[in-house]
C-alpha cells in the first residue's frame, strides 16, 4: 500500500465508458430501467462534455461527476437553489453537509477561515495527500451558503484526485457541493451505471469516468479550532493522517457531541436494499449464520478466496458470491466494496453475509460502511 492508501500504480481501468443517451450497462439496445428516462451520459475525457457540464453547472444543474472515492452529485457550492436541488434528488435530510470540492488546495483560503486555512497542520495533508481522499473539515468563510453546511460553522473540503473532476471544477470556475450520487441511505456509486439505475433523470447530466479507483468514500477529519478528530473512516488510511500531525481523537457513534460534530453518521446509511449480516467463517459460534434454508436465496461477501472456502464449508450454498480480493488485500477489499454489493443485490438474493476484515488501513473504512449496511438488520435475523 502507498501512503494514499491506494494501489501503487493507480486506478484499475479508467477506461471510459460513456455513451450519449442510453443506458451505460452494456447494452446499447436497452432501455433505462423500469421505463425511466435515463439522463444524457457524456464521456469524460472529452473535453467537449466537460464544457456542456461546466455550463450546466454554472445555470444551477446538477452534474454527476467521477471521483477516485465515488461518484458525486455536484451542483455549484455558492449558489443555494443548486445546492437545495440536491438535497431534493437525493431524498437527503437537510442536517447531513455536503463536501466541497476544489480544483487544488489554493482555494482553502477563499471558504475557510484565515486561522484554519492557515493551520500548518492543513498545510502538511494538504501537501501530502490532495488531490486525494481525503475531506478536511474548517471553519467556513459567509461565502459558503448554510445549506451546503446544514447550518454547520464548518464546511469539508476536498481536491479529489480525478482528471474528470478537477478539469470539471476547473471549467466551471465554481467550488462544487458534491455527495455521493445515490439516494439517501443507498449504496454509494462506483460506475455511472449505478447512478443512472439509482437516480435516472433527477439529474441533469453523468460524466462517466469508468470505476472509481477507490471505491470508498473519503476520510473526514475534524481540524477547526485547534482539534483533530477523525469524523468518518475512508479512502486515506487513518495511520498516513497520524503520520504526518500526529495522533487524532476517535469519535464514537452515540458518545457525547459526535451527533453534532459529524451529522451524517445517524441512522442507516450505505445500505443494500437487503439485509446484511456479518459474521465471520472462522468462529465456530457463527457457523449457523452460513446455515441455508432450501430455496433460500443468500449472498456471500467474502473477504478472499480463503473466506469463501470457509464460508462453503460452514453452509450454502449461495446463490451469489462476490470475493472483495483474492488474497485479502485491504486496499483491493474497499475498491470492490461497493460494486461487490451492487451485484449481489442485482443477483436478487434476499440476505447477504459478509465476511469482517482487519480493522487497520482501508479495513478501517469497509468495516464502517459494513457496520452501517448491517444495522437495519431486525435482532436475530
Ligand atoms: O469521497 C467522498 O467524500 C465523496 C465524493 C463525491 O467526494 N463524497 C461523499 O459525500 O461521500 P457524502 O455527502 O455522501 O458524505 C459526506 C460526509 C457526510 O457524512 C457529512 O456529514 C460529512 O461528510 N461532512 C461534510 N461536511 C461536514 C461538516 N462541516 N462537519 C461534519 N461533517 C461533515
Ligand atoms: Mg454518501
Avoid at 21 to 43: C, N, T
Avoid at 86 to 102: Q, T
Avoid at 141 to 169: S, Y
Amino acid at each position: 500500500m502507498n501512503e494514499h492508501g491506494g494501489r501503487p500504480g493507480r486506478a484499475p481501468g479508467r477506461a471510459l465508458v460513456g455513451a450519449v443517451g442510453r443506458d451505460p450497462s452494456g447494452d446499447p439496445g436497452r432501455p433505462a430501467r423500469r421505463g425511466r428516462p435515463g439522463p444524457p451520459v457524456l464521456p469524460g475525457d472529452d473535453p467537449a462534455s466537460i464544457a456542456i457540464a461546466a455550463d450546466r453547472l454554472r445555470a444551477g444543474g446538477l452534474v454527476v461527476f467521477p471521483t477516485e472515492t465515488v461518484y458525486g452529485l455536484g451542483a455549484n457550492a455558492l449558489d443555494a437553489r443548486a445546492v437545495a436541488r440536491i438535497f431534493a434528488a437525493k431524498d437527503r435530510p437537510a442536517f447531513d453537509p455536503l463536501i466541497v470540492h476544489l480544483a487544488d488546495a489554493s482555494a482553502v483560503g477563499t471558504y475557510a477561515t484565515e486561522e484554519d486555512a492557515g493551520d500548518p497542520r492543513v498545510a502538511r495533508l494538504a501537501a501530502r495527500f490532495w488531490p486525494g481522499p481525503l475531506t478536511l473539515v474548517l471553519r467556513k468563510r459567509a461565502i459558503i451558503p448554510g445549506i451546503v453546511t446544514a447550518g454547520l460553522g464548518t464546511v469539508g473540503l476536498r481536491v479529489p484526485d480525478h482528471p474528470v473532476a478537477r478539469a470539471l471544477i476547473r471549467a466551471a470556475g465554481v467550488p462544487l457541493a458534491a455527495p455521493s450520487a445515490n439516494r439517501f441511505g443507498h449504496l454509494s456509486p462506483t460506475r455511472a451505471a449505478h447512478v443512472v439505475a439509482g437516480l435516472g433523470a433527477r439529474v441533469d447530466l453523468v460524466l462517466d469516468g469508468g470505476p472509481c479507483s477507490v471505491g470508498v468514500e473519503s476520510t473526514v477529519i475534524l481540524l477547526a479550532a485547534g482539534r483533530a478528530a477523525l469524523l468518518r473512516p475512508g479512502g486515506l488510511a487513518l495511520e498516513a493522517i497520524e503520520a504526518e500531525i500526529g495522533p487524532l481523537e476517535i469519535l464514537d457513534d452515540g458518545a457525547p457531541g459526535t451527533a453534532e460534530l459529524a451529522p451524517g453518521r445517524t441512522g442507516a446509511h450505505y445500505a443494500p436494499r437487503v439485509p446484511l449480516r456479518i459474521a465471520d467463517p472462522r468462529d465456530p459460534g457463527a457457523a449457523p449464520v452460513f446455515v441455508v434454508a432450501p430455496g433460500e436465496r443468500v449472498g456471500l461477501l467474502a473477504a478472499s478466496q480463503a473466506g469463501r472456502e470457509l464460508a462453503e464449508a460452514a453452509g450454502g450454498p449461495f446463490m451469489a458470491t462476490e470475493v472483495l480480493d483474492g488474497d485479502g488485500d485491504l486496499v483491493g477489499a474497499a475498491a470492490r466494496l461497493f460494486d461487490a454489493l451492487h451485484a449481489l443485490q442485482e443477483a436478487g438474493v434476499a440476505r447477504i453475509i459478509a465476511e469482517p476484515v482487519p480493522e487497520v488501513g482501508l479495513g478501517r473504512a469497509v468495516m464502517d460502511r459494513l457496520r452501517r449496511a448491517a444495522r437495519d438488520v431486525p435482532a436475530g435475523q
